[in-house]
């Protein structure tokens, strides 16, 4: 396989652009791109038209407008290029019209109350900075999603405006320190993508796998991760098979595909992937995730995005490694090599630590799910309390700074001053893997983030709550007199004012919660806790006032995740109802049975049969008890039809229908230990877990 001659053979990149626009038609599209210039219909005629050869080169027959609704997953509807003719024939078409604008249906689309049933009209609008590709013979065209109204109801939208207002307030930031050489920045996201491959057959024989991508019911096996020798461990025949298609796909889709090894977990692996720009990081890692599942399907194996699949091993997770770069090539995050550039640095490092004090309930709210509400807390994952890690360098000159003192083990103490900052070294601490936000030489990695989530609303709220920071800072320096004091000034004080969101130390420790909750740190350890803090006025009035998100689209992002959390809870039950009722409780009383008969030939034999009554016993009062919950838990799903308020509701699953189901299990998961596994309904964790060689 030759990579290089493969690589992005079936995106229509700029090197494609350029070798099938006329030039003065690759300008215009150039700069619509860089200064966001509005693209004239002749032109986008024109492009549509090579878009259309060149795809119907690669085999495509239709175009889609691919976007992102409130579902979490993509959504597509294909057209073909056929068009008819007078004769009775077709010729194949495809208008700027058609490229730029498309009509879909936004009111059966999560719209959080947007668009009633009647009123079906959305609309999918060509985003030119994101580059078109050929798929299952088909153009994809990433678009955005808004409603008849003008409503963003997707994940693309506030991605696109948060990434704007960020640039604009670090544009005011730098040209406030006087570089005016920078026209523009972007944000560059890698989000490393965690998953576990199953074997598909044994995978299609739990319902729980089927309806909701994780056991609802298992009991712990003999072995988990505990001797850490599936990390980074030889990678099975069968799973490097997969990654090596997987790979290929991908990089014939322009994805930077990267790294790839086994993760903590049995059956647990990994993909990252090198930097991009966070849009198409975006748009990459969704089709990076749909091609994980229709490929490990071609393998006979089932992948499993959800955050926690498996109960008592690590879940998974999707580290979301966010920077800053300028036009001119410049990580903002990057220590340089003068003092000048040192400040500037400690000024964008104190912009992410305000932000982030400032906005903890806006972080959490997020990566918010019911799926990462299992994992978050637990093995390899960080707690839901939000903190920064800056490594002790780091915040040694940080506290430098407040003391107005370098201190310096080989050098003695240097009085601190704008000229004199010494060159601040990379890489000289080690990284926390138990902190939710964690500095990582010349990134920010945001490890809250759950699997299956898309890494846009974590940038977001990222490139949103840094932009406040930014424009703080740039109303300080814009109308300071002396503006390296000023610098110095807000370094020491955001330092002084927000230090109390870093944290070096072991984010699991029983000492760690006792001490963030002493220092006034939230704990939203639920997402509905996260969810409720969405609409409050400040979070309202940073949205609006850098027009991410209007009042309108933040209460229905709410309402839209109030409403998934509670269906998600629902189907959960459901399946374990259904699985209690036709699978366990039938098969415990097969073994019950088949206990007394042994028990009763015995008799028969003078034999001892202590132990067979012992457990047929036990096994029969767990049946009960089993029975018992699923009466109980059909109740709680009946009344929760009572409940109108989103927000009530999701408590009451919450607080009231998620205990039921875990005492449910606590009940199946003894059963497993003691029944006999020919009895038992559907494979062990044993077999889930390490039967993929």
Known sequence: ??????????????????????????????????????????????????????????????????????????????????????????????????????????????????????????????????????????????????????????????????????????????????????????????????????????????????????????????????????????????????????????????????????????????????????????????????????????????????????????????????????????NLFDPGETPDDNLRFLLFISAVIKATDNYQDLLRASIASAGNDHRLGSSEAPPAIISIYLGDDLYSCLTAFEENGYKNKNKGVMKLGAKILPTLPKDTTDRNRTSPIAFTGNKFEFRMVGASDSVADCNVTLNTIVAESLSIFADKLEKSKNVNKTLHDIIVETFKEHKRILFNGNNYSEEWLNEAKARGLMNLASTPEALETLTLDKNVSLFEKHKVLSSTEISARQHIMFQNYCRIIRIEALTMIEMAKKQIYPAINEYVCKLCETIKAKKALKASYKTDAEIAKKLSEINEKIYEKVNYLEYLLSKRKTISNPKEKAFFFKNEVLECMASLRLYVDDAEKITDEKYWPFPSYTKLLFSVN
Request: a negative charge; glycine letters at 6%; one cysteine or more.
């Open 1 to 330: 396989m030759n990579i290089p001659e493969i690589f992005a053979e079936n995106v229509f990149n700029e090197e494609v652009m350029k070798k099938t626009l006329p030039e003065e038609v690759f300008n215009s599209l150039k700069s619509t791109l860089e200064e966001g210039v509005s693209l004239d219909l002749s032109v986008a005629q024109k492009v549509a038209d090579a878009m259309k050869n060149w795809a119907i080169e690669k085999g495509a027959t239709h175009y889609t407008h691919w976007f992102q609704p409130m579902t979490g997953i993509t959504a597509e509807k294909h057209d073909s290029f056929i068009s008819p003719t007078k004769n009775g024939k077709v010729i194949m078409e495809f208008s700027g019209k058609e490229l730029i604008k498309g009509e879909s249906d936004a009111s059966s689309l999560p719209n959080g109350g947007t668009r009633a049933t009647f009123e079906a009209r959305g609309y999918t609008v060509w985003d030119p900075s994101s580059y078109v590709f050929v798929k299952d013979n088909t153009l994809y065209i990433p678009t955005a999603f808004c409603s008849y109204g003008g409503e963003s109801l997707d994940k693309k939208t506030p991605l696109l405006r948060s990434s704007e207002a960020l640039n604009k307030q670090v544009l005011r930031v730098l040209n406030a320190l006087g570089n005016n050489e920078v026209k523009s920045v972007k944000v560059t996201v890698g989000p490393e993508q965690e998953y576990f491959l199953i074997d598909k057959e044994m995978a299609n024989k739990r319902e729980d796998l089927v309806f909701t991508g994780r056991t609802l019911f298992g009991a712990k096996p003999p072995k988990g991760q505990e001797l850490d020798d599936h990390y980074y461990g030889a990678i099975k025949p069968r799973v490097k098979s997969f990654m090596e298609e997987l790979d290929k796909e991908l990089w014939k889709l322009g994805i930077l595909a990267k790294t790839e090894h086994n993760e903590a977990a049995p059956a647990q692996h990994e993909l990252a992937p090198i930097y991009t720009t966070v849009n198409i990081a975006t748009d990459n890692n969704q089709l990076t995730m749909e091609l994980m599942k229709k490929i490990a399907d071609k393998h006979d194996l089932v992948c499993l995005l959800h955050e926690k699949p498996f109960k008592g091993v690590s879940g998974s997770g999707k580290h979301n490694n966010w920077s800053i770069t300028t036009d001119t090539g410049v």
